[in-house]
């Protein structure tokens, strides 16, 4: 692991060159999309795969060595793209670590050491009522605390509730379907690419709008999960009739809340870097940071180390707690941030870039719908969702001055933003990489000895029979006509 750090150390050590060509790296930045082919995805890809295969067909070595796999396909794309677009390359690879990864890996941090330090104990019994109830709250959580903060809120309890039944990997893929993705759609608290539409013109409570669309498929879903869970409790039943008999009997108890009080600090440190605008911008290895951004960052620090501080360690203990789940995802992301970069410069480059027969095709709003949340689940859904936010705007409104085209929007294309806002947001759920708390999820009940399904088996057992159905009718039903 010490190796892999070293790696991404010496990955932004060199970045410090790009200083000396800051003017030219920026400029050349903003063309980089239009030149890059569509190939140069291909070390993306063998980072999904690596994530989807050697978990299957080499355990072990995965276990042991997944931080050199991710810095082997992070540098497979940075150093060809470094020696052909010089700094540039220095540039985007600066921006899209300093900007969006070690924001993305503070922010999971603080969730995750806040939410960990709160211990629910007592009579969490796992019957299929129970767990249809710990979801329903964990969905209506995901809008106020955000889809992270929900999922590790949640996580803990659901699992101690399943601790004595054997078939619990449904009610894990569930609870990502619901909380860590689907019940972040209410406002932009709840997930990152409504938050960036927040910081671009759209009021705080329109996201509403989709209610709609997201009851229907949280409803379709809770009640197809309640079915699943009765036929799997059952069966555990029936294999072990002492089940009902074992459950706990004491009250339910809550230790740790006052890492709710260190949770509220998080979601109004988040807000705040929304909604002040400050006017200043720290300089950082030639990538400008609004100061906001870096007051934010600095106040979730703040916030976890509070919260190691003023939680026991006996109840992180009682909870399981341990650090393997984020550091899993820090090195995953590490390397799925880097060879993303070819993946977003070429969507951000529109008409002009390798994707142009897509970004051509996309006129109704069903096909936003889809464009949005299908590229969502594999990419960052948070610029994925700024890019056909723009397009939108460029199609109906160019030349336009922003606020005004927003306003516009929003008045006379509104299916328009539902559609790329529902897709951004439900389509998350698709893959283990689609938002960040589903591997975080995932890691966590692992390593709780729960057998998740691989990569692919989540896809091809869950996502695929169970989402595309749903979303599908989705489609139909509310983004058919304009």
Do not use: C
């Not at 603080?110 to 249809?132: M, Q």
């Not at 090195?331 to 993303?340: N, P, S, V």
Request: proline share 6%; aromatic share 14%; glycine share 8%.
């Amino acid at each position: 692991m010490k190796r892999a750090v070293a790696v991404f150390i010496l990955i932004l050590i060199i970045g410090l060159a790009s200083s000396a060509l800051a003017s030219e790296a920026t400029e050349g930045a903003e063309t980089i999309g239009t030149k890059l082919p569509l190939w140069s995805v291909i070390p993306f890809v063998g980072i999904l795969l690596s994530i989807a295969l050697f978990p299957l067909l080499a355990p072990h070595f995965w276990h042991h060595h997944f931080p050199k796999v991710s810095a082997f396909w992070a540098l497979v794309f940075a150093l060809p793209f470094v020696l052909v677009f010089k700094g540039a390359a220095l540039h985007e690879i600066l921006h899209i670590y300093i900007v969006d990864y070690i924001p993305f890996i503070i922010l999971l941090w603080a969730l995750f050491t806040t939410a960990g330090g709160i211990l629910v104990k007592g009579a969490l019994r796992g019957t299929p009522i129970f767990n249809t109830v710990l979801l329903i709250i964990g969905t209506a959580l995901a809008s106020w605390v955000g889809t992270t903060g929900a999922s590790m809120i949640m996580i803990r309890p659901v699992m101690r509730a399943n601790l004595l039944r054997r078939h619990k990997a449904h009610t894990i893929v569930f609870f990502i379907f619901l909380i860590s993705n689907i019940g972040g759609a209410l406002t932009p608290l709840g997930d990152p690419p409504l938050f960036l539409g927040f910081l671009h013109g759209v009021p705080f409570f329109w996201t509403f709008r989709i209610l709609p669309e997201m009851a229907f498929v949280s409803i379709a879903l809770l009640a197809l999960y309640f079915l699943f869970d009765t036929y799997h409790y059952r069966k555990d039943i029936k294999e072990n009739p002492e089940i009902e008999r074992a459950w706990p009997v004491e009250p339910i108890k809550v230790l740790g809340t006052y890492n709710l009080m260190f949770l509220a600090g998080i979601v109004g440190a988040v807000l705040m870097s929304g909604v002040w605008h400050s006017g200043k911008e720290l300089n950082i290895l030639g990538i400008e940071m609004p100061l906001q951004n870096a007051i934010r960052d600095l106040l979730l620090i703040v916030m976890g180390i509070l919260s190691i501080v003023a939680t026991p360690k006996k109840v992180r203990e009682e909870n399981e707690f341990s650090w393997f789940p984020i550091k899993e995802v820090a090195y995953l992301f590490a390397g799925i941030f880097m060879t993303i970069i070819p993946a977003l410069a070429i969507l951000r480059a529109g008409e002009h870039g390798a994707l142009a027969f897509l970004m051509k095709a996309i006129s109704k709003p069903w096909h936003y719908f889809w464009a949005a949340g299908g590229l969502s689940s594999f990419l960052d859904n948070a610029p994925t969702y700024l890019t056909f936010f723009n397009s939108a705007l460029g199609e109906f409104y160019a030349g336009m001055a922003e606020k005004q085209s927003v306003t516009l929007l929003i008045s006379e294309k509104v299916r328009f933003l539902a559609a790329i806002s529902a897709g951004a947001v439900f389509m998350g759920a698709n893959t283990y990489i689609g938002n960040a708390p589903n591997f975080m999820v995932r890691s966590i009940a692992e390593e709780r000895g729960i057998k998740m399904p691989s990569f692919f088996g989540y896809m091809f057992k869950y996502s695929i029979p169970i989402l595309i159905p749903l979303f599908v009718l989705v489609g139909i039903i509310f983004f058919r006509s304009a």
